[in-house]
């Protein structure tokens, strides 16, 4: 029984937790751990938020389009105004890039850390009582501080994250985090209001039997990356998607699998966006022992030219994703790694 079994059994609250893990980091001011706290925080409200949604008549569309160009949902709106209210009161930021918005949002200039957020993905689930998400992820500031954050703060490559994480507003509401040591799993209890570990030290399989894949888009995709649909097919692997990333992530994560989202005819540089959603999945499959890449490089190595840009996303299973790699990759990148 190692001392974080002793120390850090399952079954822990999550503020217990995080000032445990604070000595892991030679910058322990406790400022991202309370980070970490406004983020637990903002999620519990949101959670009640969507778990009421039916009822308060906030369903539905808001009227508006966002920074994508995609009609913004009601919650999308409210979940956002969550964090940035949460982030704003707690003061350790400095700025933050959310999906909802199209410019940087500067909060305190004193603030360390920059935080990249899509506050709720999966809209189109929304109404539909089907799992949605949050996605984060954590950067200290590279500008000095006392300035307002610069265009160098919110376009580090993923490479630079001190923390990712997501939460999985499902059937339970979780909370899955990485520091860059491990990743740890808290499930919510709605009666107590408070997370508890539940899930500790995640490993994702080598291996895998389910890909998440629209094929619905099957006729706009490359010939390679037909050729490694077959692929799947011809292996008798069990084809899981529910339209909502973190769910698809998450269920990937625990059982093994592999999500695709390539570049289509309609989404040419595919349709996740690098900062909100793609970076913090990198770090966290690759701290549970898995794998992301836009189909030629490593997720976390690419320098954003724009805080909303999209890229293509394999990620999963070390196999599985080696496995995509061999059809996809150019011979170009597979001389190079
Ligand atoms: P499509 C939701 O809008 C999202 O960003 C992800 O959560 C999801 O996996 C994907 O887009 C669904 O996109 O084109 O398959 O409907």
């Known amino acids: 029984m190692t001392l974080d079994n002793i120390s850090l059994p399952i079954g822990i609250p999550l503020d217990r937790f995080i000032k445990k893990k604070q000595d892991d980091f030679p910058y322990a001011s406790g400022e991202l751990s309370q980070l970490l706290r406004d983020i637990a925080l903002a999620s519990k409200i949101v959670q009640m938020e969507i778990a009421r949604s039916g009822l308060n008549g906030i369903e539905g569309a808001f009227g508006v389009t966002n920074a994508q160009g995609e009609e913004q949902q009601k919650l999308d709106v409210i979940a956002h105004r969550h964090f940035i209210d949460a982030f704003t009161k707690g003061g350790e930021i400095c700025a933050i890039i959310s999906e909802e918005e199209e410019d940087i949002i500067d909060i305190n200039p004193q603030g360390k850390y ?117 692929h799947c097919k011809g292996k008798e692997m069990s084809a899981r998607y529910i339209g909502s990333l973190v769910a698809d992530f998450h269920r990937n994560l625990l059982k093994g699998g592999i999500y695709v989202y390539p570049d289509t005819q309609r989404y040419p540089q595919g349709k996740l966006r690098l900062t909100f959603e793609c970076n913090a999945l990198a770090f966290i499959i690759e701290q549970a022992g898995g794998l992301a890449f836009n189909g030629q490089k490593r997720i976390m190595d690419i320098v954003p030219d724009d805080f909303h840009q999209r890229v293509p996303l394999y990620v999963g299973s070390k196999q599985l994703v080696n496995e995509a790699l061999r059809f996809v990759k150019t011979d170009t990148q597979k001389a190079l790694n």
Request: one cysteine or more.
């Open 114 to 230: 920059i935080v990249a957020i899509d506050p709720l993905d999966g809209s189109s689930n929304i109404d539909v009582n089907v799992s949605i998400g949050t996605i984060f992820s954590i950067y200290r500031r590279v500008s000095p501080v006392g300035e307002t954050a610069s265009k160098k703060d919110v376009l580090q490559p993923g490479n630079k994250q001190v923390a990712a994480g997501y939460v999985l507003y499902g059937s339970s509401c979780m909370l899955v985090y990485t520091t860059g040591r491990n990743v740890n799993g808290f499930t919510y209890e709605p009666v107590l209001g408070e997370f508890f570990l539940s899930h500790k030290e995640i490993q994702t399989p080598d291996g895998g039997n389910y890909y998440s894949v629209n094929e619905g888009a099957y006729r706009s995709f490359s010939p390679e990356m037909k050729s490694y649909i077959e």
